[in-house]
């Protein structure tokens, strides 16, 4: 009989899905158990040694939204099924080659935490519960209802009560404070232990949406100083359709998400031709203490904390899809996913990754986001990457002689790329010009046009270079 | 607990749809959208009496009874073997 997974289910689930696949998923105990007292769970997928980019799945924050924990869980069985037996994955129209689940499972950590809230799902399945409870199940002492929006009490802009009720009887119900509820600290913990996590999709639903931040108000990419930080605007934030405040968003940092919402509709609708719509979280009504919001603000608020890109996913139609469209969903959306994973692969960080370099990657990572995207050249480059990666981690895995010609080459170039502050950087030689020249013509030649054309601008670009440090080098190239 | 509808309200304005927030009813925030007639339309699960109030405040409220939905018994859980088999696993 079709139905979908019950709490211990998934639970049950994620422990055979670690005692089916040892060798690369580890169970990970969550630190708190939900109000009613049970434990959760998430797994690590991930091959390999070395520090890699680390990539969380969520799903069942909001308990009537039934289809989502089976559908994260079906795709933690598909990627680890298709990984130990050196195949592809298919979903409806949409196939991914072994090398992509090589791609993935070998370059990144694939965190899966399928079921935030437990007590709301056991809840919705009991007889005598009510299928459509939204919340946890916190039984707010002292007032008249039960439970708090999970997802309106993470703390970004809490305080501010914009798109959240202070009423306990309201489905948006923001709890007492900001983090107040154990299910959605245990979602904050999986960052704050796993640093490299970098990327998170929030599974939802309804309405076939692709969301990226920010939720409070409108975007804009010009005024930094216009932020949720900044307490001038607390009057005004939250008004959709206003131009006393909108939201400050990189412009490079607004560009990765719509060119990677942008593939994973396009994945989604390749399945059976579904086509979601990728936009900005706010739509039409703005709201705060959400998930993508508060993991996306993380690095705002401490620049130590590595960025993380946050999405959310608003799959299907309706909340509880009969056993036939509840399956088309899980298959349509796990395309998409994977189209997420692959957009998360680095082909600097992978190259780097288990060799001496290694060690370098946090401070070419910050030069990157304090230096490069602060210039035109350097934005283009980065986008370069971001367009190409798994393209260059394809060649780079069956071409071992460029590999070993990357990494050679980003041997070099670590040294000249400065550390923050550092007044005095080295200047770059003619031969290491040299170097990088070669590399480039030598991925050119076994590269797709696309990336053939890309390659070619960046070769141009290299007289800037030549006796400068790579900051003017940067400088004089966006000119 | 009384019974609930799942209904499509629709509003006259952005500001009117953007109003709706205040009465803390289970309206479903990312269904809002504009329709080709220029209303806004926003789906939810109501009470008759909150379907009601709606619209004696102006708004347009079509109600679908709960069943209509064709959706499966939730209390109906797959165990772990039979859904490992259902997928291929």
Not at chain 1, 157 to 163: D, N, Q, V
Not at chain 1, 301 to 307: F, L, N, Q, Y
Not at chain 1, 319 to 327: G, I, K, S, W
Not at chain 1, 455 to 472: G, I, P, Q, S, Y
Request: proline share 5%; glycine share 8%.
């Amino acid at each position: 009989m079709p139905g979908y997974l019950s709490v211990a289910g998934v639970e049950q689930a994620l422990q055979n899905l670690v005692a089916t696949y040892p060798a690369f998923v580890t169970l990970i105990n969550l630190p708190n158990t939900s109000v009613e007292g049970r434990a959760s769970h998430a797994v690590k997928i991930g091959s390999g040694t070395g520090t890699k980019r680390g990539l969380l799945l969520i799903a069942g924050l909001h308990a009537r939204e039934l289809v989502n924990p089976d559908l994260v869980l079906t795709l933690a069985y598909n990627l680890c099924k298709a990984y130990s037996t050196h195949t592809g994955l298919t979903f409806g129209g949409k196939s991914y080659d072994a090398t992509a689940v090589r791609l993935i499972v070998e370059g990144l950590d694939v965190f899966v935490f399928p079921l935030v809230n437990p007590d709301g799902r056991a809840f919705v399945q009991a007889p005598g519960g009510d299928r459509w409870w939204r919340k946890n199940r916190n039984p707010n002492p002292g007032q008249a209802c039960k439970g708090v929006d999970l997802n309106r009490n993470f703390d970004f802009l809490w305080p501010s009560g914009i798109g959240t009720s202070a009423n306990p009887c309201s489905e948006v119900y923001k709890g007492a404070g900001g983090f107040s509820e154990p299910e959605i600290r245990n979602v904050q913990w999986l960052p704050d232990n796993y640093p490299q996590i970098g990327f998170i999709a929030d599974v939802h639903s309804y309405s076939e949406l692709i969301l990226y931040p920010w939720g409070d108000d409108e975007n804009q990419t010009t005024n930094a100083g216009m932020n949720f930080m900044n307490p001038a605007y607390n009057a005004v934030r939250g008004v959709v359709g206003d131009t006393s405040y909108k939201e400050y968003i990189p412009a490079a940092e607004l560009n990765w998400y719509a060119t990677t919402a942008g593939k994973v509709r396009d994945a989604i609708a390749a399945v059976r031709g579904r086509v979601y719509t990728a936009q900005q979280e706010i739509q039409l009504y703005p709201t705060t203490g959400t998930s993508v919001d508060y993991t996306y603000a993380r690095h705002f608020v401490d620049p130590a904390k590595h960025r993380v890109y946050a999405i959310t996913l608003e799959t299907g139609r309706e909340f509880q899809p009969a056993d036939a469209e509840a399956l088309q969903i899980i298959s349509e959306v796990s395309a998409g996913l994977i189209e997420f994973c692959l957009a998360s692969l680095c082909a600097v960080e992978e190259t780097m990754a288990g060799t001496a370099l290694e060690k370098e990657a946090d401070r070419l990572r910050l030069f990157r986001d304090r230096e490069m995207l602060k210039t035109k050249a350097g934005r283009r480059y980065v986008q370069l990457l971001a367009t190409h990666s798994v393209e260059l981690l394809r060649l780079s895995k069956s071409e071992k002689a460029l590999h070993e010609e990357a990494l050679a080459v980003l041997q070099r170039v670590a040294p000249v790329i400065p550390e923050p502050r550092q007044r005095q950087a080295k200047v770059i030689d003619r031969e290491l010009l040299k170097s990088v020249a070669s590399l480039l013509k030598k991925t050119k030649d076994k590269s797709s046009p696309a990336l053939g054309l890309a390659l070619d601008a960046l070769a141009k670009d290299l007289r800037f270079f030549k006796n400068r440090t790579v900051v003017e080098g940067l400088k004089a190239a966006s000119q | 607990m009384a019974a609930r509808y799942f209904v499509q309200v629709s509003a006259s304005s952005k500001e009117s749809l953007a109003k709706l927030q205040t009465y803390d009813f289970d309206l479903f925030r990312h269904t809002a959208r504009q329709t080709p007639d220029k209303t806004f339309k926003i789906d939810g699960l109501l009470t008759a009496e909150q379907a009601e109030r709606l619209v004696k405040d102006g708004y347009t409220v079509l109600m679908q009874p709960e069943s209509s939905l064709g959706m499966q018994d939730v209390g109906e859980v797959i165990e772990l073997p039979e859904w490992l088999a259902e997928r291929g696993f």
